[in-house]
């Protein structure tokens, strides 16, 4: 057994059986929440283009509504500080109830808005100010919620219940989809771009108050209540920790969240518009095809999870990342052929590589950082990622395709990205077996005590 100068380390802290279920339900439902806020965006790009900004250029108009989508990641960096550095100091289930409450005021807040016809140019502004309250609360919601799952999760299911409640940040796109596909098609295009439109956001706010209900209804995280008693008593005895490094920790999630950002948000942000416009599909299918990907996905993201428990999370992560720079490209060409079910088998593929990628990556960033600085040191690095590859992923690849006039350009710059990735996360530590609770969490135990090991 791996022992500390100071002797081996207790197990992971654990809640009963029906706390652990509420964590889990009140995790799962408010990521669905607070990703359907945040993704409706992104499905209601060609009406947002339309009504927010000049008629004159419709291209210029949907690179702006993009570049608008871009603008609410630019403040996840900033979301990440203030709520990581909240979530290490005041807890998870606090920030958590947070993030929900202003995610959904930014989202409710579009669905009101004044059009670029009735305001001018104060229309597109304040669409702006709403995405970036959108951004910032976006940026506290998936490590928080991961890092709280995982931390009430026992050892060997971690991954499994940790990847269930991250699906439901994919869920989101399937029901924004759908729900879109309905709208259009039930109220008729005139209605829908009248006001129809509208009510895609404006429930938005209704079901952040479901999510704040739940969340107020659940225990703080055993894990977090474990390391802030064990600070408390090192610092009534004098006694000082030993620190670990997390700078590999950072670089490792930044390269790990770029590959995950930049897959999730071509996929779920811009596919649908690349199928409409590069591919030349109806909308209607490549609004069903997406949708019916996404749906994979999700049940790839379990399978992924419920593997890296049983085989490590490296095995699951590095087979992903190869099945990337391998397949990615021909799927991505698949896709944009102009046909339905060329499209959906393009999307299928790249949707099952990232499903089970999806399924590891989100426990693995959590076990690499100790308690004390877990939420902070993972979701800064996490956003600063989500914003750097994320956020641009459509922009860019609607730039790269216009630029290059080659329409699986943005598969080309995926392989390049996950080739990066492979070189810097080939040294990754295996967490799969590690106890929460690292070295730098206890006070000093007796050696003689029980424990785990790391």
Same mark, same amino acid.
């Given at each position: ?38 993704? $409706? ?5 060609? $009406? ?41 100091? $005041? ?17 409710? *807040? ?45 050892? *060997?299911?971690? *991954? =499994?219940?940790? &990847?269930? #409640?991250?699906?439901? !940040? ?12 309905l709208l259009t098609t039930g109220l008729g295009p005139e209605t829908y771009e009248a006001w129809g439109w509208r009510i895609a956001f404006l429930i938005g706010g209704p079901m952040a ?6 969340? !107020? ?35 490792? #999630? ?11 948000y071509t996929i779920s942000g811009y596919m649908v518009s690349y199928l409409t416009t590069g591919a030349k599909l109806p909308q209607s299918q490549a609004l069903l095809t997406n949708g ?11 399978? *992924? ?15 992903? @990342? ?22 959906? @088998?393009?999307?299928? $593929?790249i949707a099952i590589i990232f499903g089970l990628y999806w399924g590891a990556f989100g426990i693995t960033v959590i076990e690499l950082f100790p308690t004390r600085n877990r939420v902070s040191?993972?979701? @800064? ?16 690849? #609607? ?24 070189? =810097? ?8 077996? &590690? ?20």
């Amino acid at each position: 057994m791996a022992k500390s100068p100071q002797g081996p380390l207790p197990a992971d802290p654990e809640h009963p059986k029906g706390s652990l279920k509420r964590v889990i339900t009140s995790s799962a439902l408010g990521q669905f929440v607070e990703w359907y806020d945040f993704v $409706i965006y992104a499905y209601s790009a060609a $009406i947002l283009a339309k009504l927010f900004f000049p008629k004159e250029d419709p291209v210029a108009g949907t690179l702006f509504v993009f570049a608008g989508y871009a603008v609410g990641f630019l403040m996840r960096p900033l979301g990440g500080i203030v709520f990581g550095l909240l979530g290490d100091r $005041i807890g998870r289930r606090t920030v958590l109830v947070i993030v929900i409450v202003a995610m959904g005021a930014g989202t409710m *807040g579009i669905g009101l808005l004044p059009t670029y016809q009735s305001v001018g140019v104060l229309a597109p502004v304040l669409l702006v100010v709403c995405r970036m309250v959108q951004g910032f609360s976006a940026a506290g919601e998936t490590v928080g919620s991961n890092a709280f799952v995982a931390e009430h999760a026992p050892a *060997g299911k971690r *991954g =499994l219940y940790t &990847s269930f #409640t991250y699906s439901f !940040s994919t869920l989101p796109s399937v029901v924004a989809s759908l729900f879109v596909l309905l709208l259009t098609t039930g109220l008729g295009p005139e209605t829908y771009e009248a006001w129809g439109w509208r009510i895609a956001f404006l429930i938005g706010g209704p079901m952040a108050l479901v999510g704040l209900y739940i969340r !107020s209804r659940v225990d703080e995280s055993p894990v977090y209540e474990a390391a802030k008693a064990a600070k408390a008593t090192a610092e009534a005895k004098h006694v000082t920790i030993e620190k670990t490094s997390v700078r590999q920790a950072v670089i490792q #999630t930044l390269a790990l969240a770029a590959l995950s950002s930049l897959a999730f948000y071509t996929i779920s942000g811009y596919m649908v518009s690349y199928l409409t416009t590069g591919a030349k599909l109806p909308q209607s299918q490549a609004l069903l095809t997406n949708g019916i990907a996404l749906l994979v996905a999700v049940t790839c993201f379990w399978l *992924g999870g419920a593997l890296s428990d049983r085989f490590g999370r490296k095995p699951i992560l590095f087979s992903a @990342i190869g099945a990337t720079i391998v397949l990615y490209l021909p799927a991505f060409w698949l896709a944009g052929l102009g046909h339905m079910w060329s499209a959906l @088998i393009g999307q299928l $593929i790249i949707a099952i590589i990232f499903g089970l990628y999806w399924g590891a990556f989100g426990i693995t960033v959590i076990e690499l950082f100790p308690t004390r600085n877990r939420v902070s040191g993972a979701m @800064i690095s996490y956003n600063i990622a989500y914003t750097v590859f994320g956020g641009t992923a459509p922009l860019l690849a #609607t730039w790269l395709i216009a630029r290059t006039g080659v329409l699986v350009a943005p598969g080309i710059y995926m392989m390049v990205v996950a080739i990066i990735v492979f070189i =810097l996360v080939r040294n990754l530590p295996e967490t799969s077996r &590690s106890n929460l609770l690292h070295s730098d969490d206890r006070a000093p135990v007796s050696s003689g005590a029980a424990g785990a090991t790391e």
